[in-house]
């Protein structure tokens, strides 16, 4: 499998059927990617995979061959993710934190001033056990804020 983690190009020999959460947390030695239920249920273990959030307990190793991952530990260092880990911290988004690299994750490719839904929406896939949510939503909302809206194309720009 050769993919680039966390912005590092990476070549590992590993089968090509093992589960993408178990290549990154034993070979590549990045467990801040926790495993909650390992059925694709709970999100705990969700990273990007070409920007699109994903399950890792369910992507087989040669499905991410030749492809971007983002980890939690990776989603510092751009500032989408920097945001919303910070958020996370100042409004309370974290509590025991098995969940919260998935929350973050999950939360990575949402547009800056996404509505509530929509961030509920992105946020389906991906439950919590303590927080009862609202200081989650609360935490993407703020964390959403700092980044830069998209600026869109006008119709008869030249």
Avoid: W
Avoid at 6 to 21: A, E, F, S
Avoid at 97 to 106: D, F, N, Q
């Amino acid at each position: 499998m050769i993919a680039v983690i966390n912005g590092r190009r990476c070549k590992l020999d590993v089968h090509p059927m093992k589960r993408l959460l178990d290549v990154l947390r034993e070979d590549c030695g990045l467990t801040g990617t926790k495993e909650g239920c390992g059925e694709g249920e709970c999100g705990a273990c969700t990273v990007l995979v070409d920007g699109v959030a994903v399950d890792a307990c369910l992507v087989p190793a040669a499905h991410a061959d030749g492809c971007a991952i983002v980890t939690i530990e990776g989603a510092g260092r751009v500032r989408a993710g920097k945001a919303l880990q910070e958020a996370f911290v100042k409004h309370g988004g974290a509590q025991c934190g098995i969940c919260t690299p998935g929350m973050i994750l999950a939360a990575m490719p949402v547009r800056a001033g996404a509505s509530l839904e929509e961030i509920k929406t992105a946020l389906a896939g991906n439950l919590c056990r303590c927080t009862g949510y609202l200081s989650i939503f609360r935490s993407v909302q703020a964390g959403l804020k700092t980044r830069p809206k998209k600026k869109r194309a006008r119709a008869n720009a030249r």
